[in-house]
């Protein structure tokens, strides 16, 4: 099917999602079947205002750099797609003889590419739609992993193993601290900061969950038991935490166009600053709150080297699926090993990434419901990469 392709990039970034991009960008360009590959401005918003840049101007340098590049290069959105819109964006692809979709994103983003290829084949218009894997969340439906969680989880182990360096060394003024990952409602990336533990002295020392519940009960005698073990107590959360009755520990309500809840936002209290208050205030203990949010979404310098050459190899992994005629994939990634760790690329239908998310699974989870588990460590580690070591004084 010889014609033009589109490219864009919805939701929060990742390290890793310009690698992506770039895989993409380089795929079509070496195809016979594509003669020109355009990015969508703004993401699904920007292409409904006809805002499109011929990508293949652009120098290979300038391409190849897309792969250590951090943010969202075409610019993003968050866009809910309307039936209403859906007529629009057939026109624009007829008149720009768009054939090739390719969309870079989470679960909203695969509803989005669905939504425009079915609504395509319904109208007899012939287009091969896409998706490519992003989130820092890793909550995608039926792939291993998805591109943006190894850099973000690294990210997150390597501040929970300095910032836990830093509480050791200030524990005679703080006595806990209280360090918020983002997530949504699953808690993968907090999950991640047991890496950052060898010894059981050594943050964090309490992971908490969105998978498990809290109570405030529960909290507080966790927090004292660690201070009286080890001078300090490291806590880690995910944003969408929950307590017993299911209210948010942030008690954020607002919801975004897709109806994920925003944690924290609006003027809202946080996780983490709600967690805090509880402490400090039931303790009479002094301790500290850390919120990275989106950080850990750019931090290209801090990114996972298998993540970055996964990432660009599902980009080029899509553009080969629709040279072959597929449509209405999504390209998954499939764990072949761990020791000695090694993937290779596979696909869904987007109505299963659309419909489902992923939660921690309840066997990467302590039973303690404030850890994880070896065999979370064992999944998580080839994806981080090794982290430093650094030193410990002996004191007498």
Sequence with gaps: MKGNAVVGQSGGPTSVINSSLCGVIQGALASAQIDRIYGMRWGI?????DQIDDLGRESPATIEAL??????????????????DLPRVLDLLARH???YLFLIGGNDTMDTVHRVERYCRDHGYDL???GVPKTVDNDLHGTDHTPGYGSAARYVALSIQQAGRLADDMQRVDRFVIHQTVGRNVGWLAAAAALAKRRDEEAPHLIYLPERPLSRTRV???VRTCVGAYGRASIVCGEGVVWEDGTPVSASKTQDRFANIEYGAMGGTSAAIALHH??????????????????SMCAIDRASESDLEEAYACGRRAVELADGGESGVMVT????????????????????????????????IAASGSFVTPAFLDYARPLVGELPEYPVLRHT
């Design 45 to 49: 918003e920007g292409f409904l205002q």
């Design 67 to 84: 792969r250590r590049t951090p943010s969202s290069a075409l610019g993003s959105c968050r866009y809910k797609l309307l039936d209403s």
């Design 97 to 99: 003889d768009i054939r």
């Design 128 to 130: 091969a739609g896409i």
């Design 220 to 222: 507080l005698e966790e």
């Design 278 to 295: 509880l402490i400090a205030h039931e303790t009479g203990l002094r301790g500290e709150f850390q919120i990275t949010e989106s950080l």
């Design 333 to 364: 990634i499939v764990r072949t090993g761990s020791d000695p760790y090694g993937v290779r690329y596979g696909t869904i239908p987007l109505h299963e990434v659309a419909e489902r998310a992923k939660p921690l699974p309840d066997s990467f």
